[in-house]
């Protein structure tokens, strides 16, 4: 059982999916807190996990100290959520952020200069506990810190840290919105499929299961070109395919135009919002 105090600061989508995945690798208890203004879900949370679920701070017993806040708010939320919780936080305790575009220096300036933040950047598969998250911690970071964000946020897929904080932009761009490229491949297969006489959801569901299929394939080889050439025979379907596909301009331009647009707008959207 965790004897720290950990408070959760919204249990919405992401922050209920990293609470769930926590609770099904740790003995979570007591010193959690939940916190979210909607109704039932703190007190769900509470019934399911024996965690406190309350649905405002004003409800936090005044002597609670977290070592550790999980901001698992709406970033534009943040403003407004994180400066009454800080007496309630530790100096030395760390604030584990999923928000999105919000940057390690505005959430010291919210709580206290020299709070320690470790930034990350989840993706949409935590509820499936297969996130792809990336983190990066700020200075004041400890081994300890760490080891807490490894324990939580491995929980709902994996962890890889980074030690520059204006990286998240790719990673952004890599794994936070590629869930819905896969997505849209998945949907240009079915569509595909109709013109070809397959019906569209025999179609989807041989995207789906493919896709499935080959991310096993490449999480147990490791490498998607060896995976790629192994396939092809020569004079065969797939290289005929392929020759398309990886033609030119082709799907690398594609993606990397793809990727390029995505960092932009996350640039964009970090000076939008005063990074
Ligand atoms: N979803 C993703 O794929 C994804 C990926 C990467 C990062 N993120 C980040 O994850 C964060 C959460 O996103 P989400 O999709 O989980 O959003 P969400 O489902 O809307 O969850 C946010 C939760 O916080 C609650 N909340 C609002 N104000 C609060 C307050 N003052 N104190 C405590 N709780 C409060 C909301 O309640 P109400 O609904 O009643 O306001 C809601 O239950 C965002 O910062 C986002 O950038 C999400």
Request: net charge negative; aromatic share 0%.
């Given at each position: 059982m965790t004897s720290s105090n950990i408070l959760f600061l919204g249990a919405g989508r992401m922050g209920g999916a990293i609470l769930r995945g926590w609770a099904r690798s740790a003995d979570i208890g007591e010193g959690v807190c939940v916190v979210d203004p909607t109704p039932g879900v703190a007190a769900g949370f509470a019934e399911k996990l024996g965690v406190l679920g309350i649905q405002?701070?004003?409800?936090?017993?005044?002597d609670y100290r977290a070592?550790?806040?999980?901001?698992?708010?709406k970033p534009q939320m943040i403003e407004q959520a994180l400066p009454p919780l800080v007496p309630f936080l530790s100096q030395s305790g760390v604030i584990i952020s999923i928000a999105a575009g919000f940057s390690i220096e505005r959430i010291q300036a919210l709580s206290r200069t020299g709070q320690p933040v470790v930034r990350t950047m989840p993706n949409l598969a935590a509820e499936v506990g297969l996130s792809a998250t990336v983190a990066v911690a700020s200075g004041e970071v400890a081994d300890t810190h760490r080891e807490l964000a490894n324990s939580i946020m491995e929980s709902v897929g994996s962890l890889r840290w980074v030690d520059?904080?204006?990286l998240l932009h790719a990673v952004t761009a890599i794994s936070g919105s590629s869930p819905a490229y896969v997505f849209a491949l998945a949907e240009a297969l079915a569509a595909a499929a109709e013109p070809l006489g397959l019906s569209k959801e025999l179609g989807q569901d041989l995207a789906i299961d493919t896709i499935l299929g080959a991310a096993a394939l490449m999480k147990e080889n490791r490498d998607p070109a060896d995976l790629r050439r192994q396939v092809c025979?020569?004079?065969g379907t797939t290289l005929a395919a392929l020759e398309v596909l990886q033609g030119s301009p082709g799907l690398n331009e594609l993606i990397m135009d793809t990727a390029n647009a995505c960092v932009k707008r996350s640039r964009e959207l970090a000076e939008i919002k005063g990074k």
């Open positions: 405002s701070i004003s409800e936090l017993p005044l070592d550790a806040l999980v901001l698992a708010v520059d904080e204006e025979s020569p004079g």
